[in-house]
């Protein structure tokens, strides 16, 4: 057909506009175009934490917060134990007060979060299982509270390591904002 339209004298370029208009004006994207402001889907029937989905407006600004990891705790202990950075609840608070202060730097607030991903490391004081309930009792004094209701689209897996063997818990996150 590129032949075809060759042979007819029709530049290729505009051969890639006039499709690409067809393809905008053919497929509008429905509430992308009438959404102006952050939307959060909460989960059906259910009162887990999260949010099922995030979606942003077109004018949205994106702050992507790189992995974080736990301050130390104990500066008594090796810093390479995990008793430098306290259990899984207390390295997840402390990493979360880290991201809070990262946001907070750059004009957003914790309850700003669309979309985390969470790097747990099995506790070798649970036969190397990850505890998601510490994790959640630090994460739930950021996330789905009265004063901070807005929940992050979210993701948890337990990884083999982090860098430092003494680590739990590594988050990272992106935090958006209608401008």
Avoid: C, H
């Amino acid at each position: 057909m590129i032949k075809q339209w060759k042979r007819a004298g029709i530049p290729l370029v505009l051969v890639g506009l006039a499709i690409a208009l067809l393809i905008t004006v053919s497929f509008p994207t429905g509430t992308q175009a009438q959404t102006s402001e952050i939307i959060r889907y909460p989960i059906p029937d259910s009162d887990f934490p999260i949010a099922r989905a995030v979606e942003l407006p077109a004018d949205a600004k994106l702050v992507y917060v790189s992995g974080q990891v736990p301050p130390v705790v104990n500066s008594e202990v090796a810093r390479d134990s995990v008793e430098a950075f306290g259990d899984t609840k207390t390295q997840t608070i402390g990493v979360l007060e880290r991201i809070q202060s990262i946001l907070s730097d750059a004009g957003l607030t914790i309850g700003d979060v669309v979309k985390m991903q969470v790097f747990l490391v099995g506790d070798p004081a649970s036969e190397d299982i990850m505890d998601f309930a510490g994790f959640m009792e630090g994460y739930t004094q950021f996330f789905g509270t009265e004063s901070q209701p807005n929940l992050p689209a979210r993701s948890a897996m337990q990884v083999a390591g982090l860098v430092n063997p003494g680590w739990l818990v590594e988050i990272e996150v992106i935090a958006a904002k209608q401008d």
